[in-house]
């Protein structure tokens, strides 16, 4: 009875909803006058967030410097394929080892941290990494950045698939999409992601029982960086450029507010909530104003004000309200889903 | 040769000494209490001794190994647990995810980031022998967060049992807790003394006094007496501080 009710299914219902919804714009997204590049952005961002919240939601430890390893993920790319002409594989990996290595590096110096003085270490670094892909001319460009970064065609043996196209190289994105989806879902669910929301809950008693939270905290904030490194590998592609605007404190900044408005800190899917929620306010809201992200910061205000558990928040509490309003209680046990579920 | 020693352990804040020379030995299979006014050094003689803090002067040996300045890790992974005055919960999880999250088995996949923790049957059967020795097993799929005062002092107990301990600290087991809620503990002590080392700092006289195999008062950062509770009784030191009324 208890063992059943807290095995997390291999692709829960949200994750087949968010790559169906995903797999099916291609199908309508211009006959409602968007465009295709649009969905792209959004899942590339959502690939962001997730990474983001691996960190912010189930370790505690808020970063306020993440545009750094997106940015290093998109330079990385760009330049093992126009210094190395590296492939499209061969990129994407080097992407994430590189971001990867970068985080592994920083966590040496933070994960003895959480708190304020973690965000603010974060942020050091996040501007350190900004400003040398700012300066360092002769390798990132400088203020420019890499320009005529291609979309190398996904060789499959016997055919080649190019992704020039918005569509195919959306088709493509989303495969890598759906697996780091399922990656992280399981992550969350295994020992390692239990015992480190757990560290988040308390961190002396969990060293008390003996587990090695500055490792968790390390591992934690590496395979982190590690999926913002492809999402920026990804964006790269997606702009056929790198610049140095997204190390920015504002890219960083705007990856915790996705996180947080969608409700990150209860639920596993808020970031995916939160990151659709942002994109389409900036394209929407901003076809009207130049102001948009003057309505979307006061949204923020009112979220962190009166929903501070974000929209999936928001939603729990409305499906725990329905569950007491009916009079046959629900099964006990259906307490015993983990908060990360819905 | 006793299976837990610590030698003139000496401890200072700043310029405030807390620990002035502690020795202290703890046998096999005993209960120990230690016991002394507020402010005499005894939760933070248990941090010294349990890891939390490194004693400026002075050893810990464990088992037969120094285990002086080893961090609070490293300590639990050689079989000693502690529970906490303050309580320190995982208050999100479930009663039986606290346990769980404690147990060896568990610890020893952390690393693995694939399998599902919620299909690690034999692991939820050991978390619920726990929390039945704890008598908690009805409350298994309740948030730590949402139980009661004297449930979250049970559980505080079956997080450090979880361990699997040789030896286990108790800082307080009865703090805030009614002559019910004390007795119920008092109970689950002394079943668990049968099987483990127990060393247990409490203000309630009584309760330690019925318990314990042997006392240890600590006052102004020192060992001022020691012995069995009858030996005890009749001490000067003891009648002159707290212990008046037990005699």
Redesign the interface.
């Given at each position: 009875m208890l063992s059943t009710t807290r095995h997390a299914p291999i692709a829960p219902l949200p994750l087949l909803l968010t790559v169906a919804a995903l797999a099916s714009t291609p199908l309508w997204l211009s006959q409602v006058g968007l465009y295709q590049y649009l969905a792209l952005e959004i899942m590339i961002w959502m690939l962001f967030a997730l990474g983001h919240n691996l960190l912010l939601g189930y370790g505690g430890l808020p970063s306020f410097g993440h545009g750094a390893y997106f940015g290093i993920g998109a330079y990385a790319f760009g330049l093992l394929q126009l210094r190395g002409g590296a492939g499209l594989l061969t990129g994407l990996l080097g992407a994430v080892l590189a971001a990867a290595v970068a985080g592994a590096l920083v966590g040496l110096f933070i994960s003895h941290r959480r708190g304020i003085y973690y965000a603010l270490l974060t942020i050091a670094f996040g501007q350190l990494a900004w400003f040398v892909a700012g300066k360092w001319h002769t390798v990132t460009g400088g203020e420019d950045g890499l320009l005529n970064i291609k979309r190398p065609d996904l060789s499959l043996g016997v055919v080649d698939i190019s992704l020039k196209s918005n569509e195919a190289f959306f088709y493509f994105a989303l495969v890598v999409f759906a697996l780091v989806l399922m990656a992280l879902w399981r992550l969350v669910h295994s020992p390692f992601g239990r015992i480190l929301r757990a560290i988040k809950q308390n961190e002396m008693r969990a060293a008390f029982v003996g587990h090695p939270v500055w490792l968790y905290k390390w591992l934690a904030f590496m395979l982190s960086t590690s999926v913002a490194g492809l999402a920026g590998a990804l964006f790269a592609m997606a702009q056929q450029s790198a610049y140095p605007n997204v190390m920015s404190l504002h890219n960083s900044g705007f990856v915790v507010m996705m996180v947080l408005i969608g409700g990150g800190l209860v639920s596993f899917w808020g970031p995916v909530i939160g990151a659709l929620v942002f994109i389409l306010t900036r394209d929407l809201l901003g076809a009207y104003t130049e102001t948009w992200l003057l309505w979307y910061g006061l949204l923020f205000i009112l979220v962190v004000l009166f929903q501070p558990d974000g929209v999936a928040g928001a939603w729990q509490s409305w499906r725990a309200r329905c569950a007491a309003r009916k009079p046959t209680p629900p099964q006990p046990n259906a307490t015993l889903a983990t908060p990360k579920e819905t | 040769m006793a299976l837990f020693e610590a030698h003139q352990l000496h401890k200072r804040f700043g310029d405030q000494v807390v620990l002035e020379s502690i020795t202290l030995s703890f046998e096999e299979k005993q209960l120990t209490g230690i016991m002394g006014p507020n402010g005499a050094g005894k939760t933070t003689c248990f941090n010294v001794l349990?890891g939390?803090y490194t004693p400026d002067r002075g050893s810990v040996r464990f088992a037969g190994e120094d285990i002086t300045g080893l961090?609070?890790?490293q300590i639990?992974?050689r079989g000693l647990?502690?529970s906490?005055q303050i309580m320190?919960?995982?208050?999100?999880?479930?009663t039986?995810?606290n346990v769980l999250?404690?147990l060896?088995a568990?610890?020893e996949?952390?690393?693995?980031?694939?399998?599902?923790?919620?299909?690690?049957?034999r692991g939820?059967e050991l978390a619920?022998t726990v929390l039945d020795r704890v008598g908690l097993a009805a409350k298994?799929?309740?948030?730590a967060g949402a139980l009661s005062y004297g449930e979250r002092r049970a559980l505080e107990i079956g997080?450090?049992l979880?361990?699997d301990p040789r030896l286990l600290f108790l800082d307080e087991p009865t703090a805030g807790l009614g002559a019910e809620g004390t007795a119920r503990v008092a109970e689950l002590i002394a079943q668990l003394k049968r099987e483990l080392t127990i060393v247990i700092i409490e203000h309630d006289m009584r309760f330690l006094f019925g318990l314990a195999d042997k006392i240890n008062v600590i006052h102004w950062g020192q060992v001022i007496a020691e012995g069995t509770p009858a030996q005890l009784r009749d001490n000067p030191w003891v009648q002159r501080s707290n212990l008046g009324m037990l005699a």
């Open positions: - | 349990t939390r961090s609070p890790r639990a992974r647990s502690r906490f320190n919960l995982f208050d999100d999880e479930t039986l995810d999250i404690a060896p568990v610890r996949q952390g690393m693995s980031m694939w399998r599902d923790l919620g299909r690690f049957s939820r619920m298994a799929g309740a948030m997080v450090a979880a361990t």
